[in-house]
């Protein structure tokens, strides 16, 4: 489902490629999400920190090549399915709550399975309901999820398990992340999580 944006903008997105079909720019979105997971999980160590600078780090090693507002929070308010994200108008002080609140608080390591599923869940669900980026705030989220579960020891979450009717609890454990109900996502990522 495309983001329903301000009237003056169009469906397909201005790009630094010039890309006219939704099938060329989704594929270059592909690549570029692809080749940044993989830089980055090549150098992650235990010392890595996940803060407001590495989820934009992951947007603009991902889209730079395509967006001029890759690595950068957007500047107009998004909604998705009548759900409204965060006001871009505040999204600086959003993220830097996000970080000073729950990032910073992350461990360096994981004493058990639980405490994981718990903080990605957590991390996972606020970045969503924050959706700092024009585009691509759902891959980001997935990239920066697999790589804590990596740093921990984990092989990367299954996302691919969550099905058309299990998308649909993925978006109300979402939904339930803005109340700070976090319980939906972290059942969703337990699912998800391999052994």
Same mark, same amino acid.
């Given at each position: 489902?495309?983001?329903?944006?301000?009237?003056?903008?169009?469906?397909?997105?201005?790009?630094?490629?010039? %890309?006219?079909?939704?099938?060329?720019?989704?594929?270059?979105? /592909?690549?570029?999400?692809?080749?940044?997971?993989?830089?980055?999980?090549?150098?992650?160590?235990?010392?890595?920190?996940?803060?407001? $600078?590495?989820?934009?780090?992951?947007?603009?090693?991902?889209?730079?090549?395509?967006?001029?507002?890759?690595?950068?929070?957007?500047?107009? $308010?998004?909604?998705?399915?009548?759900?409204? !994200?965060?006001? @871009?108008?505040?999204?600086?002080?959003?993220?830097?709550? /996000?970080?000073?609140?729950?990032? %910073?608080?992350?461990?360096?390591?994981?004493?058990?399975?639980?405490?994981?599923?718990?903080?990605?869940?957590?991390?996972?669900?606020?970045?969503? !309901?924050?959706?700092?980026?024009?585009?691509?705030?759902?891959?980001?989220?997935?990239?920066?999820?697999?790589?804590?579960?990596?740093?921990?020891?984990?092989?990367?979450?299954?996302?691919?398990?969550?099905?058309?009717?299990? !998308?649909?609890?993925?978006?109300? @454990?979402?939904?339930?992340?803005? @109340?700070?109900?976090?319980?939906?996502?972290?059942?969703?990522?337990?699912?998800?999580?391999?052994?």
């Amino acid at each position: 489902m495309k983001y329903e944006v301000p009237r003056d903008e169009s469906e397909i997105l201005s790009n630094k490629l010039g %890309l006219k079909s939704l099938e060329e720019i989704a594929i270059a979105e /592909f690549e570029g999400f692809l080749q940044a997971e993989i830089i980055l999980t090549e150098s992650l160590h235990r010392r890595t920190k996940f803060n407001t $600078n590495y989820i934009l780090k992951i947007h603009k090693l991902a889209l730079a090549h395509l967006y001029t507002f890759a690595g950068k929070y957007r500047n107009v $308010n998004i909604s998705k399915g009548g759900f409204l !994200f965060s006001s @871009a108008r505040f999204l600086k002080e959003s993220m830097k709550q /996000f970080e000073d609140e729950i990032l %910073l608080k992350l461990p360096s390591d994981y004493k058990d399975k639980e405490t994981l599923i718990r903080d990605v869940a957590i991390v996972h669900g606020e970045l969503l !309901f924050i959706h700092p980026f024009r585009e691509g705030n759902g891959r980001t989220a997935r990239i920066l999820a697999n790589l804590m579960v990596r740093k921990a020891g984990f092989e990367p979450l299954e996302f691919e398990k969550i099905n058309e009717k299990e !998308f649909e609890q993925y978006i109300i @454990a979402v939904q339930s992340s803005a @109340a700070k109900n976090y319980e939906p996502m972290i059942d969703l990522i337990g699912k998800i999580l391999p052994s």
